[in-house]
């Protein structure tokens, strides 16, 4: 651990951003590039002395520490959703996050209407999972198809963060068809999993600028972690004095 700073981001004061100090260059991104600086640096003067900014991760970039998470945006109406969105980028937010699994796809199409005017000024993120199917989970095709209904549903053709939702599940690093968190003593191959073929496929064809990998237990997330080359690591993260995993195993400061 002694040669990795993992970076701290909070996702609506509810989870820890971390990464390796490998940044990518040459791949074309939504938030990169010094004009797309200065204009996320803009819109952070509006949040200064309100909501600090944070190095995200390896990639290079700052970020406010307070981001819009998708999780719950189609609780309430697509406008709703919309007006929430649009609400966060005038209050000068940065960190944008969400998943197809939320809302069944609802939250990326809310996205996609609320920010399809606009490219630049914050940086965005997506995953990729959570398939009915265990098997999919290992399939390049379905998680290739994944991806292209994100960015149908985002109206876009890139997003800045691509990212393996939960990266604890088994189903992700096997063929055997069980579910579950990772398995105690089974030595996975992380590297050579198709999903992170696939991560490295849409940034080698500029669909995201970054890799990532999201999850939520710590000690099954760090195996992952130092497995794999990435640039961020969102976990889950919701501090007490009895969960201080994410604290022991996960965030190291050198």
Not at 4 to 26: D, P
Not at 78 to 103: C, E, K, M, W
Not at 171 to 195: E, H, I, K, T
Request: with cysteine; proline share 2%.
């Amino acid at each position: 651990h002694s040669s990795r700073r993992l970076s701290r981001h909070t996702r609506a004061g509810q989870a820890e951003h971390a990464g390796r100090h490998r940044a990518r260059r040459g791949v074309p991104g939504i938030a990169g590039g010094s004009d797309d600086q200065r204009r996320v640096a803009a819109r952070g003067r509006r949040t200064a002395g309100v909501v600090e900014d944070r190095e995200f991760g390896s990639t290079g970039l700052k970020v406010t520490a307070l981001g819009l998470g998708g999780a719950l945006l189609s609780e309430s109406c697509f406008a709703d959703g919309v007006a929430t969105i649009r609400h966060a980028i005038d209050a000068g937010l940065t960190y944008f996050d969400t998943s197809p699994l939320y809302g069944q796809g609802m939250s990326q199409a809310i996205y996609g209407t609320a920010l399809s005017a606009q490219d630049t000024g914050f940086l965005f993120a997506t995953k990729l999972g959570h398939f009915r199917d265990p098997r999919l989970y290992r399939s390049p095709d379905a998680l290739r198809a994944q991806l292209h209904e994100n960015l149908r549903l985002l109206r876009r053709e890139r997003v800045d963060l691509l990212q393996i939702h939960e990266a604890d599940f088994h189903s992700w690093w096997s063929d055997d068809g069980q579910g579950g968190r990772l398995q105690d003593g089974v030595d996975y191959d992380f590297d050579g999993a198709p999903v992170v073929e696939i991560l490295r496929e849409a940034r080698d064809r500029g669909q995201c600028r970054f890799i990532g990998i999201s999850g939520n237990t710590a000690g099954d997330m760090a195996r992952v972690l130092q497995a794999l080359d990435v640039d961020t690591c969102l976990m889950a993260f919701n501090y007490d004095l009895i969960w201080w995993g994410i604290i022991m195993v996960m965030v190291v400061e050198i």
